[in-house]
């Protein structure tokens, strides 16, 4: 992912309400996307994944959706709760890569 | 147990100081990595360990030098650093590298990270 300076972009959402986050990647060879939260002082945490010849994968009050054709990925919350506030990272990776790229990350701020 | 240790949490460090952090986990991991993380940017890689052998190093300066004593463990050897080396450094592992096994060997499982200031 590329740097946008030094804010990052925040998405505020009323506890209760479902949260979508989006991430645009740029590698069209990617085949293997993440989703992570990193909240304040800690190390980021898996959400959930997607591989390429899937377009939505659901986990607990979280979904993932992949558009490949405009690359495309976006996390969807339902539900959000305070402790869902937190930074979130996409990361793609591709198969004949060994590591993964980031994305800027979203700031996720739940208000009460 | 699911649990990327490192120590120490914090460290400050003059630009001739050496320094160690460490890295632990018991997951029977085989894949191992070094990220550094500004404020509000995202992880950045610089090492990737796998079977104890370092088989990425992202043009990191010479001034970072990583060691992998074993499979659990993973150091990061500091030497004459610089202010702008200040960062989040942040230890993950994973079941193997992406790329060579099936899904779900991917998943990194990150530490909490150490906090280093250069002065």
């Known amino acids: 992912g590329e740097s946008v300076g030094l804010h990052l972009p925040t998405l505020s959402v009323q506890e209760g309400d479902n949260s979508i986050i989006n991430c645009a990647y740029s590698?069209?060879?990617?085949?293997?996307f993440i989703w992570y939260k990193q909240e304040s002082g800690k190390g980021p945490q898996f959400i959930i994944d997607?591989?390429?010849?899937?377009d939505k994968r659901q986990g607990q009050r979280v979904t993932v959706l992949l558009n490949k054709t405009v690359k495309h990925l976006s996390l969807q919350i339902a539900a959000t709760q305070p402790g869902d506030s937190a930074v979130y990272f996409c990361?793609?990776?591709?198969?004949?890569?060994?590591?993964?790229?980031f994305g800027t990350g979203t700031r996720l701020q739940v208000t009460l | 147990d699911t649990e990327v240790t490192q120590t120490p949490k914090h460290l400050v460090m003059g630009m001739t100081n050496k320094k160690s952090l460490k890295c632990e986990q018991h997951m029977g991991h085989r894949a191992m990595y070094w990220y550094k993380q500004k404020a509000k940017k995202p992880p950045e890689l610089m090492f990737v360990y796998s079977y104890e052998k370092l088989s990425i190093n992202e043009s990191v300066p010479s001034r970072f030098s990583p060691e992998c004593p074993n499979s659990s463990l993973l150091n990061l050897h500091l030497h004459a650093l610089q202010p702008e080396d200040s960062a989040l450094y942040l230890c993950?592992?994973?079941?193997?590298?992406?790329?060579?096994?099936?899904?779900?060997?991917?998943?990194?499982?990150f530490g909490p990270g150490t906090r280093l200031t250069v002065t």
């Open positions: 997607i591989r390429s010849n899937m």
């Open positions: 990361a793609d990776l591709t198969g004949t890569a060994s590591k993964l790229t």
């Open positions: 993950a592992s994973s079941q193997d590298i992406p790329g060579t096994s099936g899904r779900g060997a991917y998943e990194q499982y």
């Open positions: 590698n069209s060879a990617s085949d293997y």
